[in-house]
């Protein structure tokens, strides 16, 4: 029960991206289709799901036993560059229209504050390893949520009569507000 009360406010509540404003660059970058979204939010889910766990053991197993917590910052960001490479080389050859269509955004996962994010409020919580597992896909889920919609949005405005001084990354921005303040409705759910 503890382990769905912590995804709910992983995904909802404490939403990676509209409650803790982390990982905005490819929220706004890579939200003007559906498709492109959805390709960037599995990779998200995927990369923050397998760095959290080699960050969390490197730190638990690694770092915290021979006191070097101090290069904790610059061994996640190894670890995660590491693994956003592999994703990189796997989608270029296994899914070549993905892999075009998100183009810089790919590499620009590996500097992608919510991974990173993630990373470091599972050591800030001190989560056991289920723990971690849980709130790491269930925070990744929920910022897959996030730009998915937010990209069905944008499709839709496109199709809107936007005045000409809203239109673009103007109507994005005031977007992803009212987004953000629709989400703070689900804070009543969990802490």
């Known amino acids: 029960m503890d382990l769905i009360y912590l995804a709910i406010a992983a995904i909802f509540v404490n939403n990676i991206l509209l409650a803790q404003y982390l990982g905005n660059c490819p929220f706004c970058g890579v939200s003007k289709r559906i498709n492109t979204s959805i390709g960037m939010a599995a990779a998200v889910i995927f990369v923050a799901t397998l760095a959290s766990m080699f960050t969390w053991g490197a730190y638990y197993y690694i770092l915290e036993?021979?006191?070097?917590?101090?290069?904790m910052t610059l061994t996640f960001i190894l670890i995660i560059?590491?693994?956003v490479q592999f994703v990189e080389i796997f989608m270029k050859k296994q899914?070549?229209?993905?892999?075009?269509?998100?183009?810089?955004?790919?590499?620009?996962?590996?500097?992608?504050c919510?991974?990173?994010?993630?990373?470091?409020?599972?050591?800030?919580?001190e989560f056991g390893f289920v723990d971690m597992l849980v709130f790491?896909?269930?925070?990744?889920?929920?910022?897959?949520?996030?730009?998915?919609?937010?990209?069905?949005?944008?499709?839709?405005?496109?199709?809107?009569?936007?005045?000409?001084?809203?239109?673009?990354?103007?109507?994005?921005?005031?977007?992803?507000?009212?987004?953000?303040?629709?989400?703070?409705?689900?804070?009543?759910m969990a802490q």
């Open 65 to 71: 036993p021979y006191d070097l917590e101090f290069i």
């Open 81 to 83: 560059a590491a693994l």
């Open 95 to 112: 899914s070549k229209g993905l892999y075009n269509s998100l183009g810089i955004y790919l590499p620009l996962i590996t500097t992608n």
């Open 114 to 125: 919510a991974v990173m994010g993630i990373a470091l409020l599972n050591i800030t919580h």
């Open 136 to 188: 790491s896909f269930a925070s990744a889920t929920g910022f897959g949520l996030a730009i998915v919609l937010f990209a069905g949005v944008r499709e839709r405005l496109l199709l809107s009569p936007v005045p000409r001084a809203m239109q673009g990354t103007a109507i994005a921005l005031v977007t992803a507000g009212i987004m953000s303040l629709a989400f703070l409705g689900f804070a009543g």
